[in-house]
Nanobody
Framework: QVQLTESGGGSVQSGGSLRLSCETSGYTYYTRCLGWFLQAPGKEREGVAYILNDGTTDYSDSVKGRFTISQGKSNRTLYLQMNSMQPEDTAMYYC?????????????????WGQGTQVTVSS
């Protein structure tokens, strides 16, 4: 019902910036929560940031003050502005959507997922 497509990943030096985009399509009327998640090799997927339909946002402790989640004016595009990037940010980044607001920082029970975009930060 909902399709998500990420873009904007790439390689950047420590201290640099990237802006990830997630284009949404399909039947998105019941979407209540959108999130960004990361998965490093050999590790579990974890939450980075989320935004609820009322505009509420939150972030993982590791990215607070450095990353910003936002939506375009049509709410069709989700963004993640990544500043002051560190090698520890290196991972595959995914956007996801669900129709509930329970435990939004957790990847569990997000229904729709993008294919991911690779982010690599060199020291």
């Amino acid at each position: 019902q909902v399709q998500l497509t990420e873009s904007g990943g790439g390689s950047v030096q420590s201290g640099g910036s990237l802006r990830l985009s997630c284009e949404t399509s399909g039947y998105t009327y019941y979407t209540r929560c959108l999130g960004w998640f990361l998965q490093a090799p050999g590790k579990e997927r974890e939450g980075v940031a989320y935004i609820l339909n009322d505009g509420t946002t939150d972030y993982s402790d590791s990215v607070k003050g450095r990353f910003t989640i936002s939506q375009g004016k049509s709410n069709r595009t989700l963004y993640l502005q990544m500043n002051s990037m560190q090698p520890e940010d290196t991972a595959m980044y995914y956007c996801a959507a669900k129709s509930t607001t329970w435990n939004p920082i957790s990847p569990e029970y997000y229904i729709y997922w993008g294919q991911g975009t690779q982010v690599t930060v060199s020291s």
